[in-house]
């Protein structure tokens, strides 16, 4: 019979699931490295997928007049669930994604269950990968016009986060506030997936779906989504590639502090009993 969960340490669930995945994507990207990549290039090609289609859907909203008007709200709105199901078909197919991986190797760093050197291989393994993957769904869109209801929205969403690094430091907080709690969502999104008290897949998919929707509705900053999106628009239409870096380094940093220290670090910290154990050795008796 299992024992119950200390109320004190109500995240110990979430962190032995959180270390189990970590040693498995440690021994992957070590001794299986070009099939991480290719688990680290599908969730590129999902992100790509269905980042481009959510464009596509707030376009074709805006083509609906009602009243002198358009139902572009509504459109935001649509376009933003259908960009929540990308993170359900990447946790689903056992994809592998940069931002939540960031959250994992943070929490199996506290816990030395693996060196920093390990984890930043493995997370630089995984954004290689992503943004190959990226690259694979850009291209049948530039010798296509699969793109093109969606290419004006998409170009316009380049400009402002491009605008972000032109604009000076001001702006460069904003982009990095943005993408510090665009992978807060990302991660408490997966926290509540892994913690073990959400058993059905249905809600498990819905607590995915509505974190990433928030996290496109409200404009925040994702890396990965950006480098696909600087990827697809890039190959089409031009980009200034020195801002387009300087934008996914902000975005980097940024997705870092709010998946790998707001969540990983500061989850594995309140939920490590070591030190209570050794002060109330009672309490370890199970």
């Known amino acids: ?3 119950p969960a200390n109320p004190l340490f109500p995240g110990k669930h979430f ?11 440690v021994e992957m990207s070590g001794a299986m ?4 990549l290719q688990r680290a290039a599908m ?3 999902l992100i790509g997928l269905f980042y ?3 464009y596509a859907v707030v376009a074709a909203f805006e083509a609906v007049e009602v009243g002198g008007s358009t139902l572009a709200p509504l459109g935001r709105i649509a376009g933003a669930l259908t960009f929540g199901w990308a993170l359900v078909f990447i946790h689903y197919s056992k994809s592998e994604l940069l931002t939540s991986n960031m959250m994992i190797v943070s929490i199996g760093g506290y816990h030395r269950r693996t060196s920093w050197q390990r984890a930043l291989r493995l997370l630089g393994l995984c954004y290689l990968g992503n943004a190959i993957g990226g690259l694979f769904v850009a291209l049948p869109f530039w010798v296509s016009t699969v793109t093109d209801s969606a290419m004006p929205l998409m170009q316009h969403a380049v400009d402002t986060k491009l605008a972000y690094v032109s604009a000076g430091p001001a702006a460069w907080g904003d982009l990095f506030v943005r993408a510090v709690l665009c992978n807060f969502m990302i991660n408490i999104a997966v926290l509540l997936v892994y913690n073990g008290l959400i058993r059905d897949d249905l809600t498990k998919s819905l607590v995915m779906i509505v974190a990433v929707a928030i996290f496109a509705f409200m404009g925040f900053e994702h890396s990965v989504a950006n480098t696909v999106l600087f990827t697809i628009v890039g190959l089409q239409e031009g980009i ?6 300087g934008n996914v380094a902000i975005a980097l940093v940024g997705n870092f502090i709010g998946g790998g220290v707001l969540i990983g670090l500061y989850y594995a910290y ?4 070591a030190s209570y154990l050794r ?8």
Do not use: C, F, Q, W
């Open 33 to 36: 490295t070009r099939r991480y």
């Open 52 to 54: 481009a289609t959510s």
């Open 270 to 273: 309140v939920n490590d009993d």
């Open 43 to 45: 969730a590129g090609i």
């Open 15 to 25: 962190i032995g699931t959180v270390l189990g995945a970590l040693d498995a994507k």
């Open 240 to 245: 200034d590639v020195g801002l387009a870096a």
């Open 1 to 3: 019979m299992t024992s």
């Open 279 to 286: 002060r109330h050795p009672e309490a370890s008796s199970d």
